[in-house]
């Protein structure tokens, strides 16, 4: 039977574009009609989920709790959350509202094991709030991989980079936030890692495998490629 896909974005619009677009390019399709229904709850208004992860600002969790339930009663089956840190709040959303949920750390864990299992030790970029919650690091240590991450100096620099005034929220994705994330990549490869984990939606927009030496694991492609098998449709001969 097949599915419908709720997109519960807004955290950022770009991000949740991103993801609707994965979702189009990736399902195998010759017409219209052959393509997944989804819906996209896109909520801007979500309050900033790094301030909240570091008691700076409110809770999103209330409007992520109506989002789902905007979602559910406009008939998704599934629902993706194309941003990193709001999966943070996950277990607090869940306990007030049941929904069938796609994570985009459970599914690039998933990934990782499958299409790397011999990776020992990956770094992460993303958001301050991410970082500071360990949700990857508490994930990946199950299977065995060391998630390392970018110093003090970096993680303030890629924070500029996503949130800054030129930074990819604010719709820039070349020049110095790209420098940016690029070069932290970089760094953490010196340090040994295996992969790099684009750990924030805004990282893919700029970061593309083709700029590291070393593979880049994007949770927003591979959720999305999970998505599309869960809502019982193929993915394209290119995506195997």
Request: net charge neutral; glycine share 10%; with cysteine.
């Amino acid at each position: 039977m097949k599915k419908t896909i709720g997109i519960l974005g807004g955290m950022g619009p770009e991000a949740t574009a991103y993801m609707y677009e994965l979702i189009i390019e990736n399902t195998r399709a010759e017409k219209d009609q052959d393509h997944i229904r989804v819906i996209v709850y896109s909520s801007p208004q979500i309050p900033p989920r790094t301030e909240a992860l570091l008691n700076k600002g409110q809770s999103p969790t209330p409007l992520l709790v109506e989002g789902v339930k905007i979602l559910k009663k406009a008939g998704a089956d599934l629902i993706i959350m194309p941003c990193v840190t709001a999966h943070c709040f996950y277990p607090e959303v869940a306990s007030q509202v049941k929904f069938r949920f796609l994570s985009l750390i459970e599914e690039s864990l998933k990934w990782t094991k499958k299409n790397m299992p011999g990776l020992k030790k990956a770094g992460l970029i993303s958001s301050t709030g991410t970082l500071k919650s360990g949700i990857f690091h508490d994930a990946f240590s199950e299977a065995g991989i060391e998630v390392i991450c970018p110093s003090d100096e970096e993680q303030r620099q890629v924070m500029e980079a996503i949130d800054g005034r030129q930074g990819i929220k604010a719709g820039f994705y070349s020049g110095l936030s790209k420098e940016i994330i690029v070069h932290t990549a970089m760094s953490l490869i010196r340090r040994g890692a295996g992969a790099v984990i684009a750990g924030c939606t805004e990282v893919p927009l700029v970061l593309k495998p083709e700029d590291i030496q070393r593979p880049l694991i994007e949770p927003m492609k591979i959720t999305a490629l999970a998505g599309i098998k869960e809502a019982g449709y193929e993915i394209t001969a290119q995506q195997g």
